[in-house]
């Protein structure tokens, strides 16, 4: 899935948890769009990857970064610097990631053993720009 649509759905989760919390955080909203681009800094043309080339070159794209123990060996260590409430929208931004993921073709393996986990849609197809829409609508919606 395109990182701008990740961007998207992580900015939804955010304006969610906001919408039924009384934290009112930028850092929140800051924490679950890192948390959701961050598992495609395997990939070296990524929005994140491009940030963090060496990664994508020592890692494969969907591998490692594309499990649930990133996501959990983070968050545990967002824990250590701040609290459990950043530390769990953190844990759920990266996987609401690996979860759209697991809706494409390429798929992903969340405990990295057996077979992937794909879905039945393209990365960069339509309903990679059709998500996009409806969780930008959503949001929008959410923010007024
Ligand atoms: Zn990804």
Redesign the pocket.
Known sequence: ?RGVT?LVIGLFVALLILEFTDVNSLALVIIVLVASLL??ID?RH?LIGRKFLLVGWFSRH?GFF?SVYPAVIFSLVMLVFSNMFYASAFFLGYFI??VF?AMTRSG?SFFMVGKKVKGLFRTGGIVDYLLFFIFLVLSILLIL
């Open positions: 899935m990740h598992p495609d990939e990524s969907r594309h990631h690996l993921d992903i």
